[in-house]
């Protein structure tokens, strides 16, 4: 069955895909964006909400409703290093109000962005459909010699009710980091090597909990333990391709290793008995070369896969959202968004990525050391961390926190229900 064209489709209902969805509909547009899953609650997928994310939502008025979920606020992150207790990063340096970071779990996150979506009228959510494809405009005789297929024109989505089409003036694949989409329309990223994965599970917390310490790194390993209220979300860094000899050595072999890493957890490590509790995470660094075609663009994870490392590949998605949100806004009114303006959504966002790429890639090769049994941090280093220097913590800050070149909401705002 073939529908009435949208402005724009979009596959995927992650943070990209479902920030980009709420602009374009809040601008006026119509918007439809396609999940292939029945709802937003999935395995831990990363729960930080950055300053930036929080300063977008104040820009879209939704700040204050955001902010009384229940969530947890940090305004520093700290690690415990060698087996002392360090603020590695300080919000509070930043200009306030949003000088915090916010864990929220991302189904929450997403279950309250596709609320406020759900009250403007261009807004669309097909959930349990998935994307099979994109639909080709025909190439006009003549002008294609070698056969190739014209601009994209939407997509081909499958659900319970059968096949269809959705055709758009704009196809947007902000379906994450193994993105189909990207595939179908010829795209491939490019890896960097990465030498660790991560193990993760969740712990009860100890009766007596340290302060929120969100690692604990040394020559013993590193381990994550985010604070989700009774629980601790945990990981375990591990050496890359390692999980199957980590298995075969058995899952007590797995819990001493666990707290010898971080002996916080000695009273809570027995409640991990099978190893059905443990997922692991093949950690990706990768980006396409280029992210776009006429008539389509991939975004977030899709465009570019990031490192949980510092949490930020939920924010890099949203900040994509808004780029692009903010450059299609008004050619997607008055018809088709040019090439150009995708490359320039590209040639935007790029640099920012490349940074934090490139600085995680750094960050893993000092992580690795904590699987070999190394030092994570030489003891001259150690003492430069320990002085607390407010030179390095506001810009740790500011990298994690902000970003660099921070997206605002520029898309005018239409009328809501
Ligand atoms: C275990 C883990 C831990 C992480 N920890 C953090 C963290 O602490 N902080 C952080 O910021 N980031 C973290 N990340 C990364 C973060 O989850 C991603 O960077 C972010 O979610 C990217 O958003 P996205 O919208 O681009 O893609 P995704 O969140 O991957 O969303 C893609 C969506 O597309 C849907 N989809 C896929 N294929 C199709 C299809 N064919 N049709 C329809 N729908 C489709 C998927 O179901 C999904 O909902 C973590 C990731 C993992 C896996």
């Avoid at 977030?300 to 692009?324: C, K, R, T």
């Avoid at 280093?381 to 520029?410: C, D, K, M, N, Y």
Wanted: glycine residues 10%; positive net charge.
């Amino acid at each position: 069955m073939i529908q009435p064209q949208r402005d724009c489709v979009i596959a995927g209902g992650g943070p990209a895909g479902m920030m980009l969805g709420y602009l374009l509909a809040r601008a006026g547009l119509e918007v439809t964006v396609v999940e292939k899953h029945a709802d937003f609650f999935r395995d831990f997928r990363g729960d930080t909400i950055h300053p930036s994310t929080i300063r977008l939502l104040g820009e879209l008025g939704l700040r204050e409703k955001f902010l009384s979920l229940p969530l947890t606020r940090l305004s520093t992150l700290d690690a415990v290093i060698e087996g002392e207790r360090m603020t590695l990063v300080d919000f509070g340096v930043l200009r306030p109000p949003d000088n915090f970071l916010v864990f929220a779990p991302q189904w929450d996150f997403l279950d309250f962005l596709a609320r406020e979506a759900q009250r403007l009228p261009g807004f669309d959510l097909r959930m349990d459909t998935e994307v099979i494809g994109l639909v080709h405009q025909p190439s006009p005789p003549g002008e294609d010699p070698a056969g190739e297929e014209g601009p994209v024109a939407g997509v081909r989505v499958r659900s319970a009710s059968g096949e269809q089409q959705i055709r758009a003036r704009l196809t947007v694949a902000a379906d994450g980091r193994d993105s189909a989409l990207r595939k179908a329309a010829g795209l491939r990223p490019v890896e960097a090597g990465v030498p660790i994965d991560v193990l993760w599970f969740s712990l009860p917390k100890p009766s007596d909990p340290p302060p929120a310490t969100l690692g604990h790194l040394s020559s013993a390993g590193m381990v994550i333990t985010i604070d989700r209220g009774d629980t601790y979300q945990s990981g375990l860094i591990i050496k890359k391709g390692t999980f199957p000899a980590l298995q075969r050595a058995g899952i007590k072999a797995f819990r001493t290793r666990l707290v010898k890493a971080a002996p916080v957890l000695a009273g809570v490590a027995d409640t991990l008995t099978e190893w059905e509790q443990i997922k692991l995470l093949t950690v990706q660094i990768n980006r396409l070369p280029r992210w776009h075609r006429p008539g389509f663009i991939a975004i977030g994870d899709a465009a570019h896969a990031m490192s949980p490392m510092f949490g930020v590949g939920v924010n890099y998605a949203i900040q994509d959202a808004v780029a692009l949100a903010n450059a299609v806004g008004t050619e997607l009114r008055q018809g088709v968004v040019p090439d150009r303006t995708l490359a320039g959504v590209q040639a935007r966002r790029e640099r920012p990525v490349k940074l934090m790429q490139a600085i995680q890639g750094r960050g893993h090769r000092v992580i690795a050391r904590s699987t070999e049994g190394r030092r994570i941090v030489p003891r001259a280093g150690a003492a430069l961390l320990r002085l607390g220097s407010p030179v390095p913590r506001r810009i740790t800050a500011r990298l994690i926190g902000v970003g660099l070149l921070p997206e605002h909401a520029r898309t005018p705002v239409a009328g809501s229900r």
